[in-house]
């Protein structure tokens, strides 16, 4: 759908352009947006994989499964459901705390698997359980520390100060994610009760 919504802009730019007189300017900003576009795939690309390289070292040097430790006072609040040594709870965990970092791309993989074995608990495959609904909440939510993603935007378009954001996103995403928690147990008692 979305795909269509794109085409149809585009379409209609151009007709607009040429119905009047315009289509000079039309082409000078297809060119100067795709170069933008590459500049800024070029620079999100090497903060990715700095970044990557970051979450490899700390999960060779004990950093994530430390993190991971921290965080399972809250995963057994969240997903109480959840057997102790169930593999949901290692993603789970990874899947939190790189979106903590400001990692969200590298959140996808561990979520996506994190999903997968929440859904092996499951008895009725055809219908998610609470766990599931509370971890897509969260997920969706993603409380983040350092939004790495938007500071590197702010910087590569200029901005003064691209690390302003920091507390801002902080408070909103602690918002969010409380907000999602909430909801998530409030509905998860409605429908174990």
């Known amino acids: 759908m979305l795909n269509y919504m794109w085409g149809i802009m585009i379409i ?25 576009a590459i500049a800024l795939c070029i620079t999100m690309l090497g903060i990715v994989a700095m970044w990557t390289g970051v979450l490899k070292i700390a999960e060779v040097g004990g950093l994530m499964a430390a993190m991971s430790r921290v965080l399972t006072p809250v995963i057994d609040f969240l997903f109480p459901r959840v057997p102790k040594d169930h593999p949901a709870r290692e ?10 970092l400001g990692l969200g791309w590298a959140a996808t993989p561990a979520g ?22 509370t971890f897509l909440i969260i997920n969706i939510s993603s409380l983040q520390l350092v939004p790495m993603n938007i500071i590197a935007y702010r910087s590569e378009y200029g901005s003064v100060a691209p690390t302003a954001i920091i507390v801002p996103a902080i ?10 928690v909430i909801y998530a147990k409030i509905m998860g008692r409605r429908y174990h009760e």
């Not at 996506?112 to 609904?133: F, G, H, Y």
């Not at 408070?171 to 999602?180: C, E, I, K, N, Q």
């Open 12 to 36: 209609i730019g151009i007709v607009v352009g040429a119905l009047t007189g315009n289509m000079e300017a039309v082409s000078a900003a297809i060119i100067d947006s795709s170069k933008e």
């Open 91 to 100: 993603y789970i965990s990874t899947n939190f705390v790189a979106n903590i």
């Open 112 to 133: 996506l698997k994190a999903m997968e074995e929440l859904q092996k608990l499951n008895k009725d495959k055809s219908v998610a359980t609470t766990d599931m609904c």
């Open 171 to 180: 408070l909103a995403t602690l918002v969010s994610t409380l907000a999602g």
